[in-house]
């Protein structure tokens, strides 16, 4: 897995590196930061717009001037502030080029100097904040990246687009959209959350020395399935891949029931087990005889949980007085892991403190919504602090939390974040969090520990829907279509 860092892990990284290295070492680090800049900078035309703020980011673009230069490439250099009012490590850099690159302060909010010069350039390197943004914008800064982004130029960012927040992905009123973002070291967090993710574009990280740092901010990979998905020995039976019990469907919604219980038997549970009522097996049967079913009420319920690997609540049971009573009773009285998905979260809005009380382990797959009712704040108040929130209750609740969506992000109780590099449209139809409800049970009942579970069933889930848009486009997925395509997303990763 890559690790994702905050800014302020990698100013501190930083900061003790350099006083490892010499007196000299921040300049060394952004030499290497500039010039890695101007190689990647050679792949787009030229002439190059280097816009440039006073802090050390700045001082990146600076360098990058200077090699592009002396490649024989034409550049333009914008300072936001006076020479003045340059970090000091900028200030150095600078006075190698000033005699050589065609450089100027931009005045103000109506600099015709800086609307020429982006008018004759071909290609703009985004060199303002950088991981140094705190607040709102300033009124200058707004303006030129409005009339950047209104130039349809293609924009390099360096480290992280300005207007991204790097340790949330929040953004501002204003943000500058990159076609390609640069960044050091590792990957700042912010750059693959939405609504962050969207104005990144490409994102390259660059090795500039920096040495191996310690996080808890991780992005999903291959590398991770292959090390974590279930092996399955040859001489093996149907006991030795477990039993999952699903507690799914409705009237209302068998067809949740039917998708959850599949995706689990598909993605290797050796028995699958679904508790329903008549009026949705019924209709569901004949697709699935693969399904073993049993009466939904508490008592059976709870007997076939005494042979069972995991237990899958909540898709499609809708949130009537009944289903209430069972699901709670459930998720206090069953002993083996629980994936609790949809209904099963919602019967619990603002009752958090229950799932303290589960016997063994359990896994929340919210959506945004459904989470915000869990936790009884509003959907803004999620969506604007994503990582914190699954963070902090992921380790209040001693569970594992998987926010659904672009980017999924998935909390253990050990305080570890979890990133999926999926954002596909696709998946933005009913069903599909069925579909993930049943993978990750059916990891479950294989023998992978629930985080790991959460996390392969994610990345699994996100791998099949980029092979399914290949064939069927973004608007064509079926939910169905996750479990019919899972055996080509695997084929991807095991031999």
């Not at 409005?146 to 991204?164: F, L, Q, R």
Request: glycine share 8%.
């Amino acid at each position: 897995m890559q690790k994702l860092v905050t800014s302020e892990q990698i100013r501190k990284l930083e900061s003790w590196w350099i006083k490892q290295i010499s007196p000299q070492g921040s300049l060394t680090l952004m030499e290497k930061a500039g010039s890695s800049l101007s190689e990647i900078a050679k792949e787009y035309k030229e002439p190059y717009l280097i816009i440039c703020g006073k802090g050390n980011n700045g001082g990146d673009g600076i360098v990058a001037a200077r090699y592009l230069h002396a490649s024989g490439k034409k550049v333009f250099l914008a300072l936001t502030s006076d020479e003045t009012l340059l970090s000091h490590d900028a200030k150095i850099n600078l006075e190698l080029i000033k005699s050589k690159v065609q450089y100027f302060k931009i005045e103000n909010e109506k600099d015709n100097n800086f609307v020429k010069m982006l008018s004759e350039s071909n290609t703009v390197v985004d060199c303002i904040l950088g991981t140094g943004i705190t607040g709102k914008l300033s009124l200058l800064f707004e303006w030129l990246i409005k009339a950047v982004n209104a130039s349809h130029k293609p924009v390099i960012a360096c480290d992280i687009p300005t207007g991204v927040n790097p340790d949330n992905g929040n953004v501002c009123d204003v943000v500058l959209r990159a076609e390609t973002t640069v960044t050091f070291g590792y990957q700042k967090i912010g750059l693959l959350i939405y609504p962050g993710r969207k104005y990144s574009g490409k994102i390259i990280t660059v090795d500039i020395g920096l040495p191996d740092i310690e996080t808890n901010l991780f992005l999903l990979d291959d590398d991770f399935l292959v090390r974590n998905f279930p092996l399955r020995d040859n001489a093996s039976n149907k006991g030795t891949f477990g039993r999952t019990l699903l507690v799914c469907g409705s009237k209302k919604y068998p067809g949740a029931a039917l998708l959850a219980s599949r995706a689990a038997s598909s993605i290797g549970s050796g028995l699958t087990v679904l508790a329903s009522k008549p009026e949705v097996f019924n209709k569901i049967a004949a697709v699935t005889p693969e399904i073993i079913n049993v009466e939904f009420n508490l008592k059976t319920i709870l007997e076939e949980s005494l042979q069972s690997s995991v237990i899958v609540i909540g898709p499609g049971l809708t949130t009537e007085n009944d289903i209430k009573e069972t699901v709670e009773a459930l998720i206090l009285q069953v002993s083996v892991p629980i994936v609790l998905d949809a209904d099963g979260i919602n019967v619990l809005a603002g009752h958090k403190e229950l799932i303290k009380k589960v016997k063994k382990e359990i896994i929340l797959t919210p959506h945004p919504k459904e989470f915000s009712r869990l936790l009884g704040i509003s959907l803004d108040e999620v969506l604007s602090n994503k990582i914190e929130l699954v963070r902090s209750n992921a380790k209040e609740l001693n569970c594992t939390i998987v926010l659904k969506g672009p980017a999924t992000i998935i909390g253990t109780k050990d305080g570890n974040i979890y990133v999926s590099p999926f954002s596909n449209s696709a998946l933005a139809k009913g069903g599909t969090g069925d579909v993930l409800a049943g993978f990750i049970g059916g990891l479950i009942s294989q023998g992978l520990k629930p985080n790991l579970a959460a996390c392969a069933g994610v990345y699994i889930h996100g791998k099949t829907a980029e092979l399914i848009t290949k064939d069927k486009t973004v608007f064509s997925l079926l939910p169905q279509d996750l479990v019919s395509y899972l055996p080509q997303a695997i084929k991807t990763f095991v031999c």
